[in-house]
Antibody, heavy 116, light 107 residues
Framework: QVQLQESGPGLVKPSETLSLTCTFS????????WSWIRQPPGKGLEWVGYIYYRGSANYNPSLKSRVTISIDTSKNQFFLKLTSVTAADTAVFYC??????????WGQGMLVTVSS | DIQMTQSPSSVSASVGDSVTITCRAS??????LAWYQQKPGKAPKLLIY???SLQSGVPPRFGGSGSGTDFTLTISSLQPEDFATYYCQQAHTFPLTFGPGTKVDIK
């Protein structure tokens, strides 16, 4: 059974770096693309970026200067780093598998709050 | 960026009703469109991809159509578990973008 699970700090201070991990189970991460999507409380969905298992990544230009997605195929994990966060970055962050640019399987989501 | 719009923003319906949601892209995306269902506190769930292909395990009362810039999601014979927010997403051009959502609630 395919499962994705986000983990990381739920509270980050302004100007610091948000770091999340997505752990994939039920298969091998070395087969596809993997993405992060975020959703501010009460708002819509925003694609953050994705990474291919070989390591190439594609980011949303709105975040490109602050975001890095990486992958560790040996651990079936991929990662999100978002630097210089502000309150506007407060959101539920989802990790998801990507097939033909569609988001097929999703994690349950993790709320990250930016606050001092 | 390709802008996605949805109408209506919300709709009230009864169990057994048929509901149609419209999604419009700001430029031609062929059939590179998906629909997702999201319930409160849950992750979105892929319902339809490639505008009209039903994701495995999704009931056939969900149907998608359209191409180019105009697309529709139809839910025939609405069931209690279908009350949720529905998002469209274009998969044609980066950055991948979503519509603002349509909330289907109980009349």
């Amino acid at each position: 059974q395919v499962q994705l699970q986000e983990s990381g700090p739920g509270l980050v201070k302004p100007s610091e770096t948000l770091s999340l991990t997505c752990t994939f189970s039920g298969g091998s991460i070395s087969t596809s693309y993997w993405s992060w999507i975020r959703q501010p409380p009460g708002k819509g969905l925003e694609w953050v970026g994705y990474i291919y298992y070989r390591g190439s990544a594609n980011y949303n230009p709105s975040l490109k200067s602050r975001v890095t997605i990486s992958i560790d195929t040996s651990k079936n994990q991929f990662f999100l780093k978002l630097t210089s966060v502000t309150a506007a970055d407060t959101a539920v962050f989802y990790c998801a598998s990507v097939t033909s640019n569609y988001f097929q399987y999703w994690g349950q989501g993790m709320l990250v709050t930016v606050s001092s | 960026d390709i802008q996605m719009t949805q109408s209506p923003s919300s709709v009230s319906a009864s169990v057994g009703d048929s509901v149609t949601i419209t999604c419009r892209a700001s430029q031609d995306i062929s059939t590179w469109l998906a629909w997702y269902q999201q319930k409160p506190g849950k992750a979105p769930k892929l319902l339809i991809y490639a505008a009209s292909s039903l994701q495995s395990g999704v009931p056939p009362r969900f149907g998608g159509s359209g191409s180019g810039t105009d697309f529709t999601l139809t839910i025939s014979s609405l069931q209690p578990e279908d009350f949720a927010t529905y998002y469209c997403q274009q998969a044609h051009t980066f950055p991948l973008t979503f519509g603002p959502g349509t909330k289907v609630d109980i009349k």
